[in-house]
């Protein structure tokens, strides 16, 4: 099986055009005007949402907080992709999106503000502030307020809240079993964002997927707390390809460029991003990218908003939704060995038909779960 | 532990240390004249865009790293003038979300990852230990290097750098003496907005040749500090930095470090910052120029 290729990312051409069309107004310093002529340009140039049908306006309003930016080329650009095809398809009204929201505090005052606003749903795209969630839905019963990668147990979520999840530690298990099987070093790396169980289910679900392939397989793990540091990264990365890695698996942000620089000074380094397909941003080491289609989860949670069918309760999304999908290998496709190519499709088979039963972020989310989880409970039915 | 991860910590750091060393060397020439930069942060994100940009558009690397001189220069009129015509309280952290707008509309989506490429020295590079960790850097560190002496030069050894720590010490008096303590105020800010801006845009060109939202990760604040623990002589800044980039090296290397890969990861992340905090903590009290922060008023002036 090839993996398939969600259409997240069509916007390069677009903008391209329109940086063209500012190249001479930056200089000096002409800030507010050049943005507003860039930002005409940029619309008449087609947008970024393609060629999807607009549909008539619903009453119905949608704001977004993440703890990325709308243009990070991963976590935060997905989410807000998202909303955008929402407001094209669905006639959402997109009321904001607050960027590189970090603290529960941040969430909350943003939340609220939004609530206020008279937003109909509001999405916290951050699975560390499940606080948040229930503060805003208590305070403001009118809004439904739902948070993304995150549990909140039942007893506590109020009646106008939820949580949706895409399972990440699926994907991040097929990439980490891809990894092992196309590693030639027998070492593999993981650079991380922060430690908090929706991301750590990935580092550990990477981990154990490379041990499902290869029980030998030394994995290195490194938070380096941040989403954007591409200095820390690119350091973390080149740390751990002097020590013999090869694959180096990314789980944080836009800092993911620094750990593309450290695999490109040398031979023979891949890395396999997150979130979004980067292989334009480094065809010559982009081995793959873990897809969660956290566009089209954003979505459906909006679409079911607007049908009036959210409950309390917490929505999961599995690979049979496209979460956890591997974009395809481009030019490295001759990198990854045939035997790998067919295994990884029978892994994949394995967990849509829970066959292979990759654990969920009870276990996962803790620190050293991959490496310590016994490898016939995998396949215990 | 062995002699390939001690190396590695090392050149990692000195590389790390790069751009917060050009940033701390800029802001210890405003702080000498007597202005407090806290700008900084916001100075180094503007370089970082402009040579991001650069890039993305074709015109390479050095040409991003060149264009951040004249930004800096105009982002350093607009600051004097805020501070030493207006005598504005001295912080603009609204500079820093301009940044994220500017990058919104011009860098929006994804580019092609890029880096400046680590120069050999001949012979140099060959020394055991030295060689692989000092001599094996990308130029703009190298320049760093250089510029700290120039600097220490500038501020110590000329009639230009005796005026304007005359302004950060007396600025009375160095009115008194027939000079104008504004112009000197400008020009040190100038001056120091060009070494930041070029620091910003060197940490894009050292990584991956792309702007991300606050990308500089608050590293012009740590250059403030260090400003303060190298005591205002770019000497001992570069030792400031270099502490600041070692100890940050160390948290990657962690894995390996044997029984020390125990320690929760937090406590490495937080080690670059521990450190300057216990350095500052632990060196000699250190005073800042006398009139440092303080708006000048010309005499006769009117307020």
């Known amino acids: ?381 | 532990m062995n002699s390939t991860i001690v190396i590695s910590v090392f050149a990692t750091g000195i590389a790390l240390m790069t751009p917060v060393l050009w940033a701390a060397l800029g802001e210890a020439i405003a702080e000498r004249a007597g202005v407090l930069n806290i700008g900084i942060e916001g100075v180094m994100l503007f370089g970082a865009l402009v040579c991001a940009w650069a890039i993305r558009e074709g015109a390479g690397i050095w040409t991003g790293l060149l264009l951040a001189i004249p930004v800096g220069a105009v982002l350093g009129l607009a600051l004097a003038y805020l501070w030493v015509s207006r005598g504005a309280d001295q912080i603009v952290s609204g500079i820093i979300g301009a940044t994220s707008l500017l990058f919104d509309e011009f860098l929006k989506g994804v580019g092609v990852v890029t880096s400046l490429d680590e120069i050999s020295i001949p012979l140099l590079s060959d020394i055991p230990w030295i060689g692989e960790i000092v001599f094996q850097q990308p130029s703009v560190t190298y320049l760093a290097l250089l510029a700290a002496p120039l600097v220490f030069l500038l501020l110590n050894r000329t009639w230009f750098g005796l005026y304007i720590r005359s302004a950060g010490e007396k600025p009375r008096a160095t009115e008194t003496a027939g000079l104008s303590v504004p112009a000197l105020r400008y020009t040190a800010v100038v001056v120091s907005c060009v070494l930041i801006c070029f620091g910003g845009a060197s940490l894009i060109a050292i990584t991956s040749g792309g702007f991300v939202t606050n990308v500089t990760a608050g590293q012009g604040f740590v250059a403030l500090a260090i400003v303060v623990l190298g005591r205002w002589n770019p000497f001992l800044i570069v030792g400031g930095a270099l502490l600041f980039g070692v100890s940050q090296a160390l948290q990657f290397q962690a894995q390996s470090l044997g029984f020390l890969s125990s320690l929760p990861p937090e406590a490495w992340l937080s080690l670059p910052y521990l450190v300057t905090i216990v350095a500052v903590v632990v060196a000699k009290s250190s005073r800042y120029p006398n009139a440092c922060g303080v708006p000048f008023t010309p005499a006769g002036a009117a307020r």
């Open chain 1, 1 to 381: 099986m090839s993996p398939r290729h969600p259409a997240t990312n069509n916007q390069g051409a677009g903008v391209k055009r329109a940086l063209r069309g500012c190249t001479a107004i930056l200089a000096a310093g002409l800030i507010a005007f050049g943005a507003a002529a860039c930002g005409d340009d940029e619309e008449a140039a087609g947008g970024t949402t393609g060629g999807s049908t607009t549909a008539a306006p619903v009453d119905f309003s949608v704001a977004l907080l993440s703890p990325g930016s709308s243009n990070d080329g991963s976590w935060g650009e997905a989410s807000y992709d998202g909303v955008e095809a929402a407001a094209t398809e669905l006639g959402v009204t997109d009321l904001g999106h607050a960027e590189n929201l970090l603290t529960p505090d941040e969430y909350t005052q943003q939340g609220a503000a939004y609530a206020k606003e008279g937003a109909n749903l509001v999405l916290m795209a951050n699975g560390s502030v499940p606080q948040s969630v229930i503060k805003v839905a208590t305070d403001y019963p009118d809004a439904v307020v739902c948070g993304a990668a995150m549990e909140i147990p039942a007893a506590d979520l109020p009646a106008n809240a939820c949580t949706y999840d895409p399972e990440q530690q699926e994907g991040a298990f097929s990439a980490g079993y891809l990894a092992a099987l196309t590693s030639k070093t027998g070492k593999l790396g993981v650079v991380a964002g922060f430690a908090f169980p929706a991301l750590t289910r990935q580092v550990e679900g990477f981990t154990l997927g490379a041990r499902y392939a290869n029980p030998d397989i030394q994995v290195q793990q490194v938070y380096i707390n941040s989403w954007t540091d591409t200095a820390a990264a690119k350091a973390a990365a080149q740390a751990q390809y002097a020590a013999g890695v090869d694959i180096v698996f990314s789980a944080t942000d836009s800092a993911t460029q620094g750990i593309f620089a450290a695999a490109q000074a040398g031979d023979d380094r891949y890395v396999i991003a997150s979130y979004f397909d980067s292989h334009e941003q480094a065809p010559d080491v982009v081995l793959t990218s873990v897809l969660y289609n956290l566009e089209g989860v954003t979505k459906e949670m909006i679409r079911r908003g607007t049908a009036g069918e959210i409950k309390p309760e917490g929505y999961s999304f599995g690979l049979d939704f496209g979460v956890g999908e591997l974009a395809p290998f481009y030019e490295l496709d001759s990198v990854v060995p045939a035997e790998a190519k067919t295994k990884l499709a029978e892994v994949i088979a394995d967990i849509e038909s829970g066959t292979v039963k990759v654990p969920d972020e009870k276990v996962l989310g803790v620190e050293g779960s991959g490496a310590s989880f016994d490898l016939a409970a995998l396949t215990a039915s």
